[in-house]
């Protein structure tokens, strides 16, 4: 196990031969770019929407101040300080710590895994946007050509380009199916990118990252001019960011705002201290922590103006073709001129006809139309973006160009998180030395990816979406919020706060004041295990279920929803608690390998030596 | 008001019927066509009271002179087109509902729907039913249109040169199927604006180029990232190697300088030691023996 790094061994000047950033904003650039990520987009407005618009951001702040950016710091600092990758940083804190980087790496490795085919997702949706009209735009003839295909009528055009033309997904998670090889292509495509970019490490990350962390930037802008002037986005926006205080006294909104302040900087996946790591050490990072977790909100939060202003455009869209629709039924079933009911004029002339004939009105199929109902109608995750934001793409003219402009935006900003994730990978098997130093880093790269593509084929599969949804809900989040605890208390106060403090001051030439102390000591560790114990209570609570799309499901298009079977179940539990088990199993690996050492000292007769390990 | 009947024919099965009130006035009863016309001891304008627009035969709208053979010939007439209208009704056998939504197709372009339209549109279905075997004299007169109302919607009807029965459904709507595009061409609609209710549209094949412009785009990205990576591992190659050829070439140059050192200037270097920072008896008598500027 490696030994501590006292002060006085490391080197000033960054003269280790360990690979550097070309400066400063590049450094910058890759914490942002990993931070920024799809939740970003497609998280935060849904939150902001279900949790009272304005009032939502009261309780992300506060998470921010007191949770966010505190534990930001403790990472980048201990990169920054000690060098290494997330595995030998925490061995050089305490080698009965080092558990804590085998877990953070493998969940960095099973995150990467399903976070790359939802980058598959985009990369196929991009590749079907270069035409006129868009492949979501119609539904497809059946095959006698009499009428359309009967599933893509029930549920809608975009609705069965997703579940049927992209992933031909199964009625449950039990029938896997086959691979699918459209997805499969996408997914060489997506991991031979990926391999493209990071296959030197941040030499080649570094470059590419000026292009993917900047160029959704450029999109989200060109989305909100052109959002907000399109009919209908002023209503969106005002409705969905106006604030309902009441709101703030459900506890599940402090939940949902900690927890996502946590998923979006990116926290305890290791790939921070990767990126810190490859500093000089003599770097503020209290200030790097700050930007980048203050830049980080600031696109949630103009990216969330962006997408209500496009929702507001959908709902208001959406509203007129029901009233159309309504208006079209009356007009053929009292055979009146054309266009002679407006829908300014169609609530006077629906009360006058049913005044009149209320038998014949009551017989047609008249929806109630109104706003609110369109503008509530909120999705997040993968819905958001491949249902709700193509078919809003669809109303726009010039629909191709969006759709080509989104899902490139989607995917560079999806593969700057993956960069993160990759480096959260490849960094720490560097340190370890897995392979001979003679064998080019290209080599090491190009197994992992290769590694990573081969396991990730699963999500190919027909089921793949319910495994992804799988992955997603017990991979990543208890066991996120698990490792973030132990990193406070384990830098806090297994390492020491003084020692930390003063390490702080080396690097930064202040001493951490009174709010970091307060946050490192208390208010972020009691945080962190409300996050946690509220996501046990909820899992214990709440019945595994998922839900189905089943075409021969009563109520179709809804969907079915459904109990995991006993052996998906126990891969949940699997998933859950196996990244935590390194936790203890390395600590008592360490133990037993200690005790080994001073019997076999004992024996030879030496004194057991005390060889500066922590 | 008191009616009574005044006359009842039978005509090939239909019934027609005249009702007289006591005021003396001839009601003829026509499915939504109700006239009246005065007692013949009158002679007045006729006041006709329908709805529908379509030809009755010319000679029925201008009154003959006022004789007892000439009602004869007027309850005649208006047997003839009773009986044609009887074939044509809402609902009736073999009879098609049309709906045409000209302003939402053309906008600012629309063109009235007036009796000529009327015409082109029978003139069309009487050329789609011509193309049917066996039915290749059937002519404009044998389509009768009714109901037409202001959305512009309205049934129509073929009947075979009798003009007593209505042909049969399934060959009106294979006939109008195949003719379909054509049809809607005359009127500038589509098959969404120019609604035949009961006949089903047959969809265009979907035009699929033969390779999915996907596969192209994915194509093209591949290569280049290929591409790219082969690039970068070269050149990765040949730093490598550079750097080995470079830190080999240090290498022997250090050594080269080892060995040369014991032989350099024909002085015994033995004596050098430079890690021990001896003075270099040789360098120094050198620098004294040159005169200083």
């Excluded at chain 2, 005649?76 to 009736?92: G, H, I, K, N, S």
């Excluded at chain 2, 200037?265 to 890690?275: A, G």
């Amino acid at each position: 196990m490696a030994q501590a790094l006292r002060p006085d061994l490391l080197v000033d000047d960054g003269e280790d031969g360990r690979p550097r950033w070309d400066n400063k904003f590049q450094y910058l650039l890759s914490c942002v770019g990993f931070a920024v990520g799809l939740g970003n987009i497609w998280r935060f407005p849904y939150l902001c929407q279900t949790y009272g618009g304005g009032a939502f951001l009261i309780p992300y702040l506060i998470a921010l101040v007191f949770e966010g950016i505190p534990l930001f710091h403790i990472e980048l600092a201990i990169g920054q300080r000690l060098r290494r990758g997330s595995i030998g940083v925490w061995t050089a804190i305490s080698p009965y710590l080092g558990g804590v980087g085998l877990g953070c790496f493998t969940v960095s490795f099973l995150v990467s895994l399903y976070y790359n085919t939802v980058l598959v997702w985009v990369l196929w949706y991009f590749l079907n946007s270069f035409q006129q009209p868009l492949p979501w735009a119609a539904c497809p003839p059946n095959l006698n050509r009499t009428g359309l295909v009967e599933e893509c009528q029930g549920s809608g055009t975009v609705s069965y380009f997703w579940y049927r033309q992209t992933l031909n997904i199964t009625a449950d998670i039990d029938h896997s199916g086959a691979v699918q090889w459209r997805l499969l292509l996408c997914q060489a495509a997506s991991w031979a990118v990926v391999y493209l970019c990071v296959s030197r490490g941040i030499e080649t990350t570094g470059k590419a990252i000026y292009f993917t962390a900047l160029f959704p930037y450029l999109v989200l802008t060109i989305f909100l001019v052109r959002g907000l002037t399109l009919p209908g986005a002023t209503e969106g926006l005002i409705y969905l960011f106006t604030p309902n205080v009441q709101i703030l006294l459900n506890p599940r909104v402090w939940l949902d705002a900690a927890t996502q302040i946590f998923f979006s900087l990116s926290l305890a996946f290791g790939g921070h201290i990767a990126f810190a790591s490859y500093n000089p050490p003599r770097n503020n990072c209290r200030r790097d922590a700050v930007i980048i977790a203050l830049v980080n909100s600031m696109t949630s939060l103009y990216a969330s103006i962006t997408i209500f202003a496009i929702m507001g455009f959908k709902a208001t869209s959406d509203h007129g073709q029901c009233l159309d629709r309504n208006i079209l039924s009356l007009i053929n079933e009292f055979s009146l001129p054309e266009q002679s009911i407006s829908r300014d004029s169609y609530p006077a002339a629906l009360l006058h006809l049913n005044a009149t004939q209320p038998g014949r009105v009551a017989q047609l199929p008249l929806r109630a139309c109104r706003l609110e109902d369109f503008l509530d109608q909120g999705a997040s995750g993968p819905g958001l973006a491949f249902i709700v934001f193509t078919e809003a793409v669809l109303h726009m003219p010039g629909a191709p160009v969006w759709a080509v402009l989104f899902f490139g935006m989607l995917f560079t900003l999806g593969l700057s998180s993956m960069f993160g994730n990759m480096e959260g990978i490849i960094t720490p098997l560097l340190d370890m030395g897995v392979l001979p130093r003679w064998v080019p880093k290209e080599v090491l790269t190009g197994l992992t990816c290769l590694v990573c593509f081969l396991s990730a084929t699963c999500f190919t599969l027909q089921s793949g979406s319910y495994w992804l949804e799988v992955f997603d809900n017990f991979a990543a989040s208890l066991n996120l919020v698990t490792f973030a605890f132990l990193e406070v208390v384990g830098v806090i106060y297994v390492y020491g706060m003084k020692r930390f403090c003063a390490d702080v001051e080396w690097m930064t030439g202040q001493w951490p004041n009174i709010y970091w102390r307060m946050s490192w000591r208390a208010v972020s560790p009691l945080l962190l295990l409300g996050i946690l114990l509220s996501y046990i209570a909820l899992l214990v609570h709440r019945s595994p279920s998922y839900k189905a799309w089943n075409p021969q499901y009563e109520l179709f298009p809804l969907q079915e929803e459904k109990l995991y079977p006993g052996w998906v179940q126990a891969t949940c539990m699997l998933l859950s608690f196996l990244p935590l088990l390194w936790v203890p199993a390395s600590a008592l690996a360490q133990l037993l390998a200690r005790r080994r050492q001073e019997d076999t000292q004992l024996d030879t007769g030496l004194k057991p030596q005390d060889s500066g390990g922590c | 008001m008191v009616l009574f009947l005044s006359a009842v024919s039978f005509v090939a099965g239909h019934t027609f019927v005249v009702l007289v009130d006591e005021e003396d006035r001839r009601y003829f009863k026509q499915q939504e066509i109700i006239l009246w016309r005065k007692a013949p001891g009158k002679l007045r304008k006729q006041r006709t009271n329908f709805h529908l627009t379509s030809d009755l035969n010319p000679q029925t709208h201008s009154l003959p002179c006022d004789f007892h053979s000439e009602r004869m010939l007027w309850l005649f007439f208006f047997l003839v087109t009773a009986v044609r209208a009887e074939l044509c009704q809402p609902d009736a056998e073999n009879a098609f509902k049309v709906r045409l939504s000209i302003r939402t197709a053309l906008g600012d372009k629309a063109y009235v729907w007036d009796t000529n339209e009327e015409y082109l549109f029978r003139a069309m279905v009487a050329f789609s039913m011509r193309k049917v075997p066996n039915r290749e004299t059937t002519e404009i007169s044998h389509v009768l249109l009714c109901n037409v109302t202001q959305r512009v919607s309205f049934w129509f009807v073929v009947t075979d040169p009798s003009k007593n029965h209505t042909l049969p459904a399934d060959e009106v709507q294979s006939a109008i199927r195949m003719n379909r595009n054509r049809i809607n061409n005359v009127f500038f609609l589509n098959d969404q604006t120019l609604e035949f209710l009961k006949i089903p549209s047959t969809l265009a094949p979907p035009t699929d180029p033969s390779v999915p412009i996907w596969i192209i785009i994915f194509g093209v990205i591949f290569c280049v990232v290929i591409v790219a990576t082969t690039l970068l591992i070269l050149s990765g190659i040949r730093q490598r190697r550079r750097q080995n050829k470079e830190s080999s070439e240090v290498d022997d140059a250090e050594d080269k300088l080892e060995n040369m050192g014991t032989i350099a200037n024909s002085i015994p270097c033995d004596s050098l030691n430079m890690k021990g920072g001896h003075v270099n008896d040789g360098f120094m008598t050198e620098d004294e023996r040159l005169t200083p500027l």
